[in-house]
T-cell receptor, first 114, second 112 residues
């Protein structure tokens, strides 16, 4: 089947606006992850969903960031009142189960905050 | 605090020769290590992994070596091919957790 998909592929927004990023995981994958990669840096963990368990939000950088996932389907990452330092590539990944080491990544959403 | 470090931002190798990408870590709780490969405008793809109970794992042209005492791992690609040109990320996780901690990546260029 299809891999992880993300939309939009690119997003340019003005400082202070809210943005919503979408991730469609691989069908049947119960675990879903969000990461971001700022220029010149490695991937930074943001949040992890596993089935109906409470998400691990330990990587969210501020309360402007939130994410939701309904069941084992689509997830949305919302950034409120965007700041220029939020500019990054936001990557979503999914895996078969929480214990499975292989995470399959989507192509990412490139966010630019002007 | 960068717990996974890839100190070489770039590496250039001739086709057919060996590519060696290095990774160091500081967190002694890490017990599973992975290498991901990333082409431009694509998400990272899983390449190879190694558990801390092993010191070597091989898959075709790719071999990962783990030196726990030195907190160091390396990825060897033999022979290197032009299609291997990509950014390689080292990642690690601790215990039964699922959070991956990534390094900053090494850009490999395999030249003809």
């Amino acid at each position: 089947g299809a891999g992880v998909s993300q939309s939009p592929s690119n997003k340019v927004t003005e400082k202070g606006k809210d943005v919503e990023l979408r991730c469609d995981p691989i069908s049947g994958h119960t675990a879903l992850y969000w990461y971001r990669q700022r220029l010149g840096q490695g991937l930074e963990f943001l949040i992890y969903f596993q089935g109906n368990s409470a998400p691990d939000k330990s990587g969210l950088p501020s309360d402007r960031f939130s994410a939701e996932r309904t069941g084992e389907s689509v997830s949305t990452l919302t950034i409120q009142r965007t700041q220029q330092e939020d500019s990054a590539v936001y990557l979503c990944a999914s895996s078969l189960a929480g214990w499975t080491e292989t995470q399959y990544f989507g192509p990412g959403t490139r966010l630019l905050v002007l | 605090d960068q717990q996974v470090k890839q100190n070489s931002p770039s590496l250039s190798v001739q086709e057919g020769r060996i590519s060696i990408l290095n990774c160091d870590y500081t967190n002694s709780m890490f017990d599973y290590f992975l290498w991901y490969k990333k082409y431009p405008a694509e998400g990272p793809t899983f390449l190879i992994s190694i558990s801390s109970i092993k010191d070597k794992n091989e898959d075709g042209r790719f071999t990962v070596f783990l030196n726990k005492s030195a907190k160091h791992l390396s990825l060897h690609i033999v022979p290197s091919q032009p299609g291997d040109s990509a950014v390689y990320f080292c990642a690690a996780k601790a215990g039964g957790g699922n959070k991956l901690t990534f390094g900053t990546g090494t850009q490999l260029k395999v030249e003809l």
